[in-house]
């Protein structure tokens, strides 16, 4: 078993070589790797780290930016103007004024240890509510058919679905 601690901040996105979060964009930044945001965003490492078992991931988190300073410049580092970061997270930044907590976050897919513990080699062995490869879970039926009524109070219309193949 191995703790993985020195991930990446970003990678590069093969289809557009944009710039784009590895773990997602409001993970912390490594203390030393600050500087290199501007200058050379693929060096800067991320405060994320997972758990992993015999070359499985069995549990993941991240320390979180609580740093308006350093949220909006990696939000800049990703392409977006002050403008755009305002619009879809200024309640974040505007919460980081006034001095949020140092906090993060760890999952831990327990599922995955009795995978590992049972030697299963798909995970839909050991979940309760398995989806198929049509993402249905077949339990429950779902994702199932929504309340026309519920559709219309939330201005959601639907389109035909395809026909199947």
Do not use: C
């Amino acid at each position: 078993m191995i703790w993985v601690t020195e991930f990446p901040m970003y990678e590069r996105d093969e289809e557009t070589g944009a710039l784009a979060p590895l773990h997602h964009p409001f993970t912390m930044v490594h203390d030393d790797d600050l500087e290199l945001l501007e200058s050379d965003p693929l060096r800067v490492r991320s405060r994320a780290y997972d758990i992993v078992l015999n070359g499985r991931e069995i549990g993941s988190g991240s320390i979180r930016i609580t740093d308006p300073g350093v949220q909006e410049r990696v939000l800049r580092s990703l392409g977006m103007s002050d403008e755009e970061a305002q619009a879809k997270f200024g309640f974040l930044l505007e919460a980081f004024q006034y001095g949020a907590p140092p906090h993060g976050g760890f999952a831990a897919g327990v599922e995955r240890l009795v995978m590992e513990g049972l030697r299963e080699d798909n995970i839909r062995e050991v979940i309760a509510f398995p989806k198929n490869q049509q993402a249905q879970e077949v339990m429950t039926d779902a994702p199932a058919d929504v309340d026309p009524a519920q559709l219309e109070e939330l201005g959601i219309a639907l389109r035909p679905r395809p026909p199947a193949r």
